[in-house]
């Protein structure tokens, strides 16, 4: 019987130096980062597959040497919680390709300033997609 863990099979989960990730057919969705170096880059391809959501609690607080995380243009979608409680994160960039961010998409992260390259909050937005600690600066 096939082990199952995240609600994927054993095999449909991998993993580089940076991160834990489910590869799909055509598409990477980042379920873990590993690295806590200072500056961190998600990459809108691993393998050579678009990657296109960041799952629920990717980045938790035990991830505390990372201080700046830049998503790359391409991505699409943030899960629920996915950036979640880390106290050291101090800088998020996120693309303009960003369709979707569920509720508490950004949660309690005290210490962050968000810039996001886009002019105002996608449709696909989550009336809560971030907690009220989080400061927001739009088009950048």
Do not use: C
């Not at 960041?54 to 201080?67: P, T």
């Amino acid at each position: 019987r096939p082990r199952v863990i995240f609600g994927f099979k054993e095999d449909q989960i991998k993993q580089n130096d940076n991160f834990i990730f489910i590869e799909r057919d055509n598409s990477i969705e980042i379920l873990g980062i590993k690295n806590t170096k200072e500056d961190l880059i998600i990459p809108s391809t691993i393998n050579g597959k678009e990657v296109l959501r960041i799952r629920s609690n990717a980045l938790f607080r035990s991830n505390s040497g990372i201080k700046t995380i830049t998503l790359e243009e391409g991505i699409k979608h943030i899960s629920q919680m996915a950036f979640n409680r880390s106290l050291s994160l101090e800088k998020l960039y996120l693309p303009s390709t960003l369709e979707t961010a569920t509720e508490n998409a950004l949660y309690e992260l005290t210490n962050t300033v968000v810039y996001i390259n886009l002019e105002e909050k996608p449709e696909g937005f989550h009336e809560n997609w971030e907690t009220s600690s989080v400061a927001v600066i739009w088009n950048e």
